[in-house]
Nanobody, 115 residues
Framework: QVQLVESGGGLVQAGGSLRLSCAAS????????MGWFRQTPGKEREIVAG????????YYADFVKGRFTISRDNAKNTVYLQMNSLKPEDTAVYYC????????WGQGTQVTVSS
């Protein structure tokens, strides 16, 4: 079955950096667009960044442009999110998503940014 496993979350001070990883299995990874979403209690899940199957096209939400970078390694079936200049408002559970006609979600990883 399809599995998306996020890692790399944790507690960091404002201004710091974290790198999230999402390892995929059970699917032909290179066919899938990949995305990172985040969610805080009481709010809807929102897209943070996305990347197409080949890695040549990326999308960023306005609130992370210039701070976050999404990338993928199709040989390792892994997508990354490099998060720099973190702010307390970036605190959320971050989810990995794979989409190709059908979407799949990981279990999420907590990112907490202290002020």
């Amino acid at each position: 079955q399809v599995q998306l496993v996020e890692s790399g979350g944790g507690l960091v001070q404002a201004g710091g950096s974290l790198r999230l990883s999402c390892a995929a299995s059970g699917l032909t990874f290179s066919l899938y667009a990949m995305g990172w979403f985040r969610q805080t209690p009481g709010k809807e899940r929102e897209i943070v960044a996305g990347i197409n199957w080949g890695g040549g096209v990326t999308y960023y939400a306005d609130f992370v442009k210039g701070r976050f970078t999404i990338s993928r390694d199709n040989a390792k079936n892994t997508v990354y999110l490099q998060m720099n200049s973190l702010k307390p408002e970036d605190t959320a559970v971050y989810y990995c998503n794979a989409y190709w006609f059908k979407g799949y979600w990981g279990q999420g990883t907590q990112v907490t940014v202290s002020s």
